[in-house]
C-alpha cells in the first residue's frame, strides 16, 4: 500500500486484503482537555489525500489494556485531527469512540460492541467530518458527525494506538479508500 509513517521505527505489513500494525507501549493521540498535554506518539500510517474522501476498513485486536484501539485517522496537525476507534474502554468492554480534536481532544463513546472485530468509515465532505460504523460490513450507521477546519490537504489512514498498555497487534482488512464526495455525510452513503 505504501504508507508513509509518523514514527521512523514503527511497524507495519502488508498481509492479504489489509495491513497489520503494531503498536507500541503508551501510545496515544489525544489533546488532554484538562490539562491542555499534547501526545502525539502513536504509529500512525497514511497517505496525502486533498479534499473530499471515504476510508472504510473492517478492524480487530485483542484487547488486553484500557483504549487499547484501531484506529482511521485523518491528521492536519497535533491539534487539529478526527479518530474513529474500535476501542477498550474504561467500562471494560470495547467501543465504537470518536475523537474530534480542534485545539483539545473530546472523547465520546457511542455504542458498546460485543466482539473484537467491528467496521469503521471515516470521511471528509468540506469541513465536515463523519464517523460511521458496522457490526456486520452492510449497515452503517453514523456515531458522529462535526465540523473541523482543515487543510485541504492532511494525512489519512490508519493509528495503532496502546495510551496505557503495552502495545499489540491491530488489523486492518477489507480497506476501501474512495477520493469522492458524499452525497448525504450524515447517512454515509454516495
Not at 498481509?15 to 502525539?40: K, L
Request: proline share 4%.
Amino acid at each position: 500500500m505504501n504508507l508513509k509513517k509518523t514514527i521512523p521505527d514503527s511497524r507495519y505489513e502488508e498481509v492479504e486484503n489489509g495491513i497489520r500494525a503494531y503498536a507500541t507501549p503508551n501510545t496515544d493521540y489525544f489533546v488532554n482537555p484538562e490539562t491542555n498535554e499534547v501526545t502525539a506518539n502513536a504509529p500512525f500510517f497514511y497517505k496525502e489525500v486533498s479534499g473530499d474522501f471515504v476510508l472504510r476498513a473492517k478492524v480487530s485486536l485483542d484487547f488486553e489494556s484500557t483504549y487499547d484501539a484501531c484506529v482511521l485517522l485523518a491528521l492536519d496537525n497535533e491539534r487539529l485531527w478526527a479518530k474513529a476507534c474500535f476501542e477498550m474502554s474504561d467500562y471494560g468492554v470495547p467501543f465504537i469512540v470518536s475523537v474530534m480534536t480542534n485545539g483539545c481532544s473530546d472523547d465520546a463513546n457511542c455504542i458498546s460492541v460485543d466482539g473484537t472485530e467491528a467496521w469503521l468509515q471515516l470521511s471528509r465532505k468540506g469541513n465536515v467530518f463523519a464517523v460511521h460504523y458496522s457490526l456486520d460490513g452492510k449497515q452503517f450507521r453514523m456515531a458522529r458527525l462535526t465540523y473541523l477546519p482543515m487543510s485541504s490537504t492532511i494525512k489519512v489512514g490508519f493509528e495503532a494506538q496502546s495510551p496505557v498498555g503495552s502495545g499489540g497487534v491491530r488489523n486492518f482488512s477489507d480497506i476501501d479508500f474512495r477520493n469522492i464526495t458524499l452525497n448525504d455525510i450524515r447517512n454515509g452513503n454516495e
